[in-house]
C-alpha cells in the first residue's frame, strides 16, 4: 500500500523537531527510516531546498524553507509530487500558524505539537 507513513517539521539550523504525526509503524524497516530522518534532519542546511532519500522499501522526502524544513516518511512506491504538495501544504500551513520568532525561540523539541499534523 502507498502511502505517507510519519510527517515532522524540524527546524533548518539544528534539526530540532518542532511538531511531528503520530507514529502507529513499529517495524524494523520503519524505526531504520526514522533514524535516517534524525540524522538528515540535523544537517537539512548542507542540502538543496527540496529531495528525496530513496531506500529499498521506504522514502525520506524533505522540503526546506527559510528556517523550517517539512519531513516524510512514504512507502517508496508513492508517488514523489504527492509526496511533495504534501510537504508544500504542511509547509504552508506550519508557517501561517507560526512565526519566524516562536520557531526561532523553541527550545525544546515538539514545541508545537499543538500543530495539527
Not at 510527517?7 to 507514529?23: E, H, I, Q
Not at 542546511?45 to 522540503?63: E, V
Request: net charge neutral; aromatic share 12%; proline share 3%.
Amino acid at each position: 500500500m502507498s502511502m505517507i507513513l510519519f510527517a515532522c517539521v524540524v527546524r533548518v539550523r539544528d534539526g530540532l523537531p518542532l511538531s511531528a504525526s503520530t507514529d502507529f509503524h513499529f517495524s524494523q524497516d520503519f524505526l531504520e527510516c526514522r533514524k535516517r530522518l534524525k540524522v538528515l534532519s540535523s544537517i537539512l542546511a548542507q542540502y538543496p531546498s527540496r529531495g528525496t532519500a530513496k531506500g529499498r522499501d521506504l522514502s525520506i522526502h524533505f522540503l526546506s524553507s527559510g528556517d523550517i524544513a517539512c519531513m516524510a516518511i512514504c512507502s517508496s512506491n508513492y508517488s514523489n509530487i504527492m509526496a511533495f504538495c504534501f510537504l508544500e501544504e504542511l509547509q504552508w500551513e506550519f508557517a501561517a500558524s507560526y512565526d519566524t520568532t516562536s520557531i526561532g525561540l523553541a527550545s525544546r523539541p515538539y514545541a508545537f505539537l499543538e500543530f495539527g499534523l
